[in-house]
């Protein structure tokens, strides 16, 4: 059952894959099934969605790639943050806390 917003989701999307790939380089399809997992439910990516935002971050300079051959013998093209991509990531995090701590103080909720 998916209950994030598409919206919530969509503001998000840099942020998820840079925290991917925080713990090392990856590929798309890996990316997507990574996010997928630890959303346990919340949202569902598909494959497709992930390329038009590594292409985003590249041209940003937040990641970079390299062609790699698989263990398959496949070539994939394999994303690593940069270090303004570490920067950024840190730096939405940030964001995302202030904004968190915004919404709890507004709203009157206490979360766990």
């Not at 998820?16 to 630890?38: M, T």
């Amino acid at each position: 059952m998916n209950w994030a917003s598409k919206e919530l989701v969509g503001a998000s999307t840099a942020m998820l894959v840079l925290g991917v790939l925080k713990q090392g380089a990856s590929y798309g399809y890996d990316i997507v099934r990574q996010i997928n997992e630890q959303a346990e439910g919340a949202f569902t990516w598909q494959e497709g969605t992930i390329y038009p935002i590594l292409h985003k971050l590249e041209k940003k300079g937040l990641v970079q790639c390299r062609w790699q051959e698989s263990p398959t013998g496949r070539r994939r093209k394999y994303y690593s943050l940069t270090v303004e991509g570490r920067a950024a990531l840190q730096d939405g995090v940030r964001q995302w806390e202030l904004f968190d701590q915004l919404m709890i103080r507004l709203a009157g909720v206490n979360h766990a």
